[in-house]
């Protein structure tokens, strides 16, 4: 349901806007501010559950969570909204690191790939199912059912994790790394939020340059602090395991061919087709749920062979079916895009596991907290940031198709003014074919550092020493 929230709200934008008669730039903050929020809580995940144990730190995120999403339901303006939408996003961004550093936790050596898989299920549906439920929801029954739909679904999840869950053994930490802290927490806000408006206050703007200063100046402080520090919030020594580092680079580079199909297509649908919200999901489906029903599956072969084959095969064809889309017209029927969408979603399933239980699965038991953290990081500022570089070369390339498409017809005696909707369209076509083609030989990049995977297992002995080594 965290994930979910992160593209569910898209859909209700221009219903918001008018009932709280605000503009689109005030009600974008709704969206803006839970993606930012939901980065900056990210670090502290590992400290806290190691400190007060992962199933009280879970149980602490759910509920606040859910508490947030009440908020959100009963929230009277604009203002009181965004203000919930924080709460809400503090709860939701410990739930997934939680999650994943008690799965590593839970699962014996060996079964960490099929985990993994199962884990995926809600990695990559959750995205697809937000316009879906979204438009459902805002076209039939109301736009606060939005954030209502997760309050049962949140206290049903607190029981179950409260009677079920194992309780995790708390480490003796030091006191919180407040220079850590406070570094990485301003670095992320900062980067974060120029790399979300960038697009909307102009790249080479005095905020988006702030931003961007702010960003590297407090990321050096950050290392300083991390390196000098004895008990960092963030243990940066996870990256001396090959499969955590290189499996991160592939996960960064791979980002933007996953985030070309899932982000511009739904725009395409409902820009050009004129779809709806409800019409788009149900388009976008079919391609989760194949990536959903194939994770567990992966997941088990993960087991067996490792991570490269896998990664090799999921960039491959990731970034073929990436390609797939560089054909795509006004007139491509809904069928065709959504058999794309289907190939694409089984390349990603293979992609996407290999690249995730490969950053984990070598990564001692006593660390996982900060590699998980890390790892999500890594996730949300590549996913931030492929969109941020893949919207501005369609904005980019749109427009020179524009003037291409008008320069023709004009030579043509045809009157362009007239035809301006039909040059809007096919240039802002042409630009996604542009985006699509760049997307596809960037995933292809992905292969360098997925070579350097391997297949490793370690004995409980060596889970126990690894870290005195260090």
Request: with cysteine; glycine share 10%.
């Amino acid at each position: 349901m965290s994930i979910l929230d992160s593209s569910i709200v898209n859909v209700a934008i221009s219903t918001m806007m008018h009932v709280f008669n605000t503009t689109e730039g005030q009600i974008q903050w709704v969206v803006t501010v839970y993606m930012l929020a939901l980065g900056v809580v990210i670090p502290f995940s590992g400290w806290a559950g190691d400190k007060f144990g992962y199933k009280k730190l879970y149980l602490f995120a759910l509920a606040m969570f859910t508490f947030g999403s009440i908020l959100c339901t009963f929230s009277w303006s604009v203002n009181t909204l965004i203000i919930s939408r924080i709460i809400q996003a503090l709860g939701g961004g410990l739930l997934m690191p939680a999650m994943m550093t008690m799965v590593k936790k839970i699962v014996p050596e060996g079964s960490f790939g099929t985990a993994m898989g199962i884990v995926g299920v809600a990695l990559l549906i959750a995205p697809a199912l937000g316009p879906t439920i979204g438009g459902y929801l805002v076209e039939y029954v109301g736009w606060k059912w939005i954030f209502t739909i997760n309050i049962p679904i949140g206290i049903i999840g607190f029981l179950l994790a409260f009677f079920f869950l194992p309780k995790f053994e708390t480490i003796k930490v030091e006191k919180l790394d407040i220079g850590g802290a406070v570094t990485v927490a301003v670095m992320l806000f900062s980067l974060l939020l120029a790399l979300s408006k960038g697009g909307d206050w102009g790249w080479t703007s005095g905020s988006v340059i702030i931003c961007f200063a702010i960003s590297l100046v407090t990321l050096i402080l950050f290392l300083f602090f991390e390196l000098k520090f004895k008990n960092p919030l963030l243990d940066l020594k996870v990256f001396r395991y090959r499969n955590f580092t290189f499996a991160n680079i592939t996960t960064v580079i791979t980002t933007v061919g996953l985030f070309s199909g899932i982000f511009f297509i739904p725009l395409f649908l409902q820009n050009i087709k004129g779809l709806g919200a409800l019409d788009t999901g149900l388009i976008m489906l079919p391609g989760a749920l194949a990536s959903g029903l194939l994770m567990p599956i992966v997941g088990k072969l993960y087991d067996r062979t490792g991570p490269k084959p896998l990664a090799i095969f999921g960039i491959i064809s990731l970034a073929l079916t990436t390609f797939l889309l560089h054909d795509i017209e006004v007139d491509t029927s809904n069928r065709t895009i959504m058999y794309w969408m289907i190939l694409r979603g089984i390349s990603m399933s293979f992609a996407a596991v290999s690249a995730q239980a490969a950053s984990l699965d070598s990564v001692n038991k006593l660390e996982v907290g900060s590699a998980t953290a890390i790892s999500n990081i890594i996730s949300r500022v590549s996913g931030s940031f492929g969109i941020a570089i893949l919207t501005t070369i369609l904005t980019s390339r749109t427009k020179h198709h524009a003037q291409v498409i008008g320069a023709q017809l004009m030579a043509s005696g045809a009157d362009v003014t007239k035809q301006a909707l039909q040059i809007q369209a096919m240039s802002f076509v042409k630009g996604l074919d542009d985006i699509f083609m760049t997307a596809s030989i960037l995933t292809l990049v992905g292969l360098l550092p997925a070579l350097f995977l391997k297949k490793e297992r370690k004995t409980e002995n060596e889970e126990i020493k690894q870290p005195d080594v260090a």
